[in-house]
């Protein structure tokens, strides 16, 4: 199955990331497939 990168517009494999920018993309959608941005993972320091 390939989708297209929300950064870079490359066309990609699912399930790798995308290879031409290295973000990394979460699916959000199969049919049709869809992708967004992964959302960083921030420390909170015990907050």
Do not use: F, R
């Amino acid at each position: 199955m390939t989708a297209t990168c929300t950064v870079c517009e490359a066309t990609i494999t699912l399930p790798e990331g995308c290879g031409d920018c290295g973000t990394e993309l979460e699916v959000i959608s199969l049919d049709p497939p869809k992708l967004e941005e992964a959302p960083q993972v921030q420390e909170d320091w015990g907050e």
